[in-house]
């Protein structure tokens, strides 16, 4: 699923945010990629979804080479790959329901397919029943749900969440959690960025831990024990 190798990351002047990191990833595993801030975590999250290009190295996403994939089919990657990011980025004036379709209409899908896509993905994230409110009107971690609902809608094989829960309180951030882990249990991989120990520790998952730019430690049902 997931294929690094060799890969290295350096931002001008000669700020080294990746350095020779080598790792894979199967398809369905639930991996959390942990550490301190300026880790190297959100540089390698970004690689995965093609916004950020290897200065050294392979990043291999099922059949796609980021380092070499032409930016023309960066969208039509992106479309097999959920992405939900911490600040929700939802569209204020589109309703919840709207919010999911918009995913849908830029792709081009037919608007009785996207009605049936909708009201599937707001009923495995628990909120049909709010599908007509504003992200205003719905609480942190109804809005972070319907991020999750709007990164399912082309079935991707791959979940990215990027610090999902950074923005929750505690009994959100678990909701969020119980949901990913949801979702994985029926096949999807899921790859967490996280800072957050407690919720890494009680997954008892896989944990890869980022410092100063390489991996310090990969454990397959590990904790974050860097302070």
Not at 9 to 19: F, R
Not at 27 to 37: A, C, K, L
Not at 101 to 128: D, P, Q, T, Y
Not at 184 to 194: C, I, K, Y
Request: hydrophobic content about 40%.
């Amino acid at each position: 699923m997931i294929h690094l190798k060799g890969v290295s990351k350096t931002y001008q002047p000669n700020i080294k945010a990746l350095q020779n990191i080598s790792l894979n990833v199967k398809p369905g595993e639930f991996v959390s990629i942990v550490g301190q801030s300026g880790s190297g975590k959100s540089t390698l999250a970004k690689m995965l979804f093609a916004e950020e290009r290897p200065t050294k190295g392979e990043v291999v996403i099922g059949e796609w080479d980021i380092s070499k994939i032409k930016q023309a089919d960066v969208p039509t990657l992106r479309r097999q790959i959920g992405v939900v990011f911490q600040d929700f980025k939802l569209l204020p004036r589109k309703t919840a329901a709207e919010n999911i379709a918009f995913a849908l209409e830029v792709a081009g899908e037919h608007s009785a397919r996207m009605k049936e896509i909708v009201g599937h993905v707001l009923k495995i994230v628990g909120l049909e029943e709010k599908a007509n409110r504003y992200p205003r009107q719905l609480s942190g971690g109804e809005q972070q749900r319907v991020s999750i609902a709007r990164s399912l809608v082309h079935r991707p094989k791959l979940i990215i969440a990027d610090e999902p829960t950074g923005n929750l309180d505690a009994i959100h951030a678990q909701e969020i959690i119980h949901l990913l882990k949801k979702i994985n249990e029926f096949g999807t991989t899921v790859v967490l960025v996280t800072h957050d120990r407690d919720i890494v520790n009680g997954l008892k998952k896989r944990v890869v831990t980022l410092q100063n730019g390489e991996i310090a430690s990969d454990v397959a049902r590990g904790k974050y024990v860097l302070s």
